[in-house]
Nanobody, 120 residues
């Protein structure tokens, strides 16, 4: 199992920056992929950015060029640096850890979520 604790959300004006942090309860070397998802009222949770254990990164088109996902292995932490924030970036951001075993489907773990609000 993996416990995830997020921090770093808040209220920011459009054009500002935020850095979200997600600390995992186990070494992230043992986690196949970690990512950040955003959820807004009435919509499904959507991928914002993800990074694999091989450091391959994937970003939603809406945040490409404005956001960076990176890890600090010594702290078992994944970060999402978001710049040039827009009101449409508003939502609850969830950290995700995906474990892929030798058998069965991947298992996803989620943090409790952190609110990001971007004012215009």
């Amino acid at each position: 199992q993996v416990q995830l604790v997020e921090s770093g959300g808040g209220l920011v004006q459009a054009g500002g920056s935020l850095r979200l942090s997600c600390a995992a309860s186990r070494s992230i070397f043992a986690i196949n992929a970690m990512g950040w998802y955003r959820q807004t009222p009435g919509k499904q949770r959507e991928l914002v950015a993800a990074i694999t254990s091989g450091s391959n990164r994937n970003y939603a088109d809406s945040v490409k060029g404005r956001s960076t996902i990176f890890t600090e292995n010594a702290k078992n932490t994944v970060y999402l640096q978001m710049n040039s924030l827009r009101p449409e970036d508003t939502g609850v951001y969830y950290c995700n850890a995906r474990l892929v075993g030798a058998y069965g489907p991947p298992v996803d773990y989620w943090g409790q979520g952190t609110q990001v609000t971007v004012s215009s």
